[in-house]
């Protein structure tokens, strides 16, 4: 079988009639590409026009003039971050994200009020409000807000203790930093909103660990020890008030017994003494037979004589009352 040789013979003057085209319609499909921006639901489009601010798209489909207007997409809708000390790597199917530390700990090796080292890992949670503030107030705002972070974050910090830092003082100091970063952003005009700080880990540096580990462990057996005791008082000092609380009252009810009954007394001596004044005889002879009436019935056997004793007034029965019989 013999080989066959084709030869493909281009006439110039075609190449020259329709070149010209070709480049045109080139040109054409570039442009109409170029003009064509789609904005997403969650972004501004602002759009540049010879290097000056023009307009600001919303949401959908939009054209711009190629090679003269230039679209920035600003995620307006979205909650964005930035990490210190630390950055996410990853994230597994089960949700958990995994996070690399070396070469970050100049970010968040921070010193305290007290003069010690702590490592503070934190996050910024913020939206970008106003995307022409974003992009024309401040020179990479990315970048600006990152290094105010770390300011405000260094500032705080350098105000507290480091026990403070380490344990009850962390949510006062995430506070503290959002206020005084949405104060730096306002004063910046970054267009930038802070919602939340969130202090990821507080840590003290490796070589010292485990003595502020001990440390640690011996202020948590003190609080412990405290409230033990606290509760020991509040179980038994309250019954203790109870008990001199209802012996006070006993006290004084006794008290305005005696008293009461004293007063009583008193009266029905005066009365007793003016009723004597009047007539004394009758009141010697009426406290007498009171007298006798209340002693009498206590004694057994009773008998009575004249005021000589030599007779014996027949007025009890002797003999019955010793259990005898009279002799007829």
């Known amino acids: 079988m013999s080989e066959k040789q084709f030869e493909i013979n281009i006439d110039p003057d075609w190449i020259k009639k329709y070149l010209s085209k070709i480049i045109?319609?080139?040109?054409?499909?570039?442009?109409?590409?170029?003009?064509?921006?789609?904005?997403?639901?969650?972004?501004?489009?602002?759009?540049?026009?010879?290097?000056?601010?023009?307009?600001?798209?919303?949401?959908?489909?939009?054209?711009?003039?190629p090679f003269v207007e230039t679209m920035y997409k600003i995620p307006v809708q979205r909650q964005l971050k930035q990490e210190f000390g630390f950055r996410s790597t990853s994230t597994s199917s089960n949700g958990q994200s995994t996070y690399a530390k070396s070469g970050y700990i100049d970010e968040s090796m921070m010193l305290t009020g007290d003069l010690n080292l702590t490592d503070v890992e934190?996050?910024?949670q913020y939206r970008i409000v106003d995307s022409y503030k974003y992009l024309?107030?401040?020179?990479?705002?990315?970048?600006?807000?990152?290094?105010?972070?770390?300011?405000?974050?260094?500032?705080?910090?350098?105000?507290?203790?480091?026990?403070?830092?380490?344990?009850?003082?962390r949510q006062e100091i995430a506070t503290s930093v959002e206020v005084l970063l949405q104060e730096m952003c306002d004063e910046y005009e970054n267009g930038i909103r802070v919602d939340q700080v969130v202090l990821q880990d507080v840590n003290p540096p490796e070589p010292v660990k485990p003595s502020f580990n001990a440390v640690n462990e011996a202020q948590q057996e003190r609080e412990t020890l405290i409230n033990q005791a606290?509760?020991?008082?509040?179980?038994?000092?309250?019954?203790?008030?109870?008990?001199?609380?209802?012996?006070i009252q006993l006290a004084e009810a006794y008290a305005l017994t005696r008293v009461n009954g004293a007063r009583g007394e008193a009266e029905r001596f005066n009365s007793i003494f003016e009723a004597y004044i009047k007539s004394p005889e009758?009141?010697?002879?009426?406290?007498y037979l009171e007298t006798l009436e209340k002693v009498l019935p206590k004694i057994g056997n009773k008998i009575i004589t004249d005021e000589r004793g030599s007779n014996v007034l027949p007025l009890l029965n002797i003999n019955k009352a010793s259990g005898s019989t009279p002799a007829p």
Do not use: C, H
């Not at 040109?27 to 540049?48: L, Q």
């Not at 107030?137 to 974050?153: C, I, P």
């Not at 009758?282 to 406290?287: D, F, H, N, S």
């Open 24 to 65: 045109l319609g080139l040109v054409v499909i570039i442009m109409v590409f170029s003009a064509i921006k789609t904005v997403g639901p969650e972004e501004e489009g602002v759009v540049i026009q010879l290097g000056e601010y023009n307009r600001t798209v919303s949401p959908g489909l939009s054209f711009i003039i």
């Open 282 to 287: 009758v009141t010697k002879q009426r406290i």
């Open 136 to 169: 024309f107030k401040v020179r990479n705002a990315e970048k600006t807000l990152n290094d105010m972070s770390e300011s405000a974050m260094r500032k705080i910090v350098g105000d507290r203790t480091v026990n403070e830092v380490l344990t009850v003082g």
């Open 230 to 247: 606290e509760a020991d008082y509040n179980r038994i000092i309250p019954r203790a008030r109870g008990e001199a609380e209802e012996t």
């Open 122 to 124: 934190w996050v910024i």
